[in-house]
């Protein structure tokens, strides 16, 4: 199995797409790229914009050569409605999508569920809802969780998270689980205990605001135990990257626990950790 992480927050964009190969089908988890439109009181840089086109372009590469591709939900820094990635990448395509009609918030299940529905309709060859589910693509099996909190609770909707287990290995993306700060949004990863685990960290960046020190401690006792259940590697990324201290909190996580590594999607890739969104400041003053 082959896992290419296309876009994270370590490497400048808000994303978390990922292209995972097996002999039997190609996979890609959340098509989208975004920017935050405002930081700091800074819109994006110029940087940030040029990165952006970049990720847009590998994704729709990658997205061209793909039999599957899964919408985790319906935020558009994991869909994309044809702004920057053309909506080809569906034509002929297999969509599992997250269920628009039940979990689900106001906005999703109102607009953004239907406008991408809308959009893929008469190009994908089969869409189908994929909660809780499991698919067969030869020897390749595509699982999903039943629906989870985008993070601590309801407001920002719901999400599902997806395993690609072939040839004895396993591989689970939780998208926007904030933490996990939750028992069952971690309880997935602790079941299956993939080999490689592609977790959505903690929004510190956002501490006593949008995340209590009560949440982020449960975050960090959820991430200490699913690195110690067997899990060998755990790319933590997409919110928690947008925090230069990450590396602290990482500390924490670890800190006397016997259990898999913990990285980012860029030092996984072997690519330099670049926080253009958290360096935003510093790229206006340069």
Sequence with gaps: MKVELLAFDSMGVRSMCTFVETPDVKVMIDPGVALAPNRFGLPPHQIELERMGKAAERIAERGMEADVLVISHYHYDHHDPGDVIPLEIYRGKTVLVKDPNNDINRSQRDFRAPLFLGMVKGRASKVEVADGKSFAFG????????????????????????????????????????????????????????????????????????????????????????????????????????????????????????????????????????????????????
């Design 139 to 286: 020897k390749t099996r595509v699982s999903f969780s039943g629906a989870v909190f985008h993070g601590s609770n309801s407001a920002l909707g719901y999400v599902i998270q997806t395993m690609v287990e072939s040839e004895g290995m396993k591989v689970i993306h939780t998208s926007d689980v904030e933490g996990p700060i939750h028992e069952d949004q971690a309880s997935f990863l602790l079941k299956e205990r993939p080999d490689l685990a592609i977790i959505d960290g903690p929004m510190t960046y956002m501490l006593g605001y949008r995340t209590s020190k009560e949440q982020l401690d449960s975050a960090i006792r959820n991430l200490r135990q699913i690195i110690t259940s067997g899990v060998k590697e755990a790319v933590v990324d997409h919110h928690f990257l947008r925090d230069l201290k990450f590396r602290e909190y990482i500390q924490a996580i670890t800190e006397g626990a016997d259990g898999g590594k913990v990285i980012t999607a860029a030092e996984y890739m072997g690519q330099p950790n670049e926080l253009l969104e958290a360096r935003r400041k510093e790229l206006y003053r340069k």
